[in-house]
């Protein structure tokens, strides 16, 4: 299994423009979750899907962050229009429901840098 | 969510044991207590996860309190690849998500 794949790795954008981050969770898992870590405020849940339903978006940080889960085998945040402060690493990570044998699956992340 | 208290910090040397503390003393009943590290520059990965009893697998092994309001994490030989971030988190695995806190920032010496 490759993991959980997110896209692109590293994002650099202009303040305003529209930015979009891609995760494909590992096929079979049912919960899929994208979290935002920073030095000063370290790793947050911003939302979390099941079945590809939205679950909990309150850690969202406000109506410029959006995200979708069209099917189970991807879901994409997006950030419109972006801002400096939204300059972070973004995760998403997979589980299965039924046994955390193996734990959440987290991608590599994807660095974005708003300038 | 069960508030968690971990060192800072920690250091260790090569092939020596460790032994990571986390205090949870508001877990509830139903929570796991999960462990998960970051190492540098990647995303968070599993360690070991328990419930009462001690645990161990491939990676670690989890003491756990006999009143579960603490854990230990104790890798047994560290090696420099061990150097990363580890986080104690009690979770209830009924549908919910994880939640992250500071860590302790484990820095291993040859």
């Known amino acids: 299994d490759a993991g959980v794949i997110q896209s692109p790795r590293h994002e650099v954008t202009e303040m305003g423009q529209e930015v979009t981050l891609r995760c494909k969770p590992i096929?079979?898992?049912?919960?899929l979750f994208w979290y935002r870590q920073t030095m000063m405020r370290g790793l947050e849940l911003l939302i979390y899907f099941n079945n590809n339903v939205p679950i909990d978006d309150s850690g969202m940080p406000e109506d410029r962050f959006s995200a979708k889960m069209p099917n189970a085998s991807f879901s994409t945040l997006k950030i419109q229009p972006s801002e400096p402060r939204d300059s972070a690493v973004y995760f998403c990570a997979s589980r299965l429901r039924q046994g955390l044998r193996h734990g959440y699956t987290f991608g590599s992340g994807t660095r974005l840098t708003v300038v | 969510d069960a508030k968690t208290t971990q060192p800072n910090s920690m250091e260790s040397n090569e092939e020596e044991p460790v032994h990571l503390p986390c205090n949870h003393s508001t877990i509830s009943g139903t929570d796991y207590i999960h462990w998960y590290r970051q190492l540098p520059s990647q995303g968070p990965e599993y360690v070991i996860h328990g419930l009462t009893s001690n645990v161990n697998n491939r990676m670690a092994s989890l003491a756990i309190a006999e009143d579960r309001k603490s854990s230990t994490l104790i890798l047994h030989r560290a090696t420099l690849r061990d150097a990363a971030v580890y986080y104690c988190i009690p979770h209830n695995q009924a549908g919910t998500a994880l939640i992250f806190g500071k860590g302790t920032t484990l820095s291993v010496s040859s």
């Open positions: 096929s079979g898992h049912d919960y």
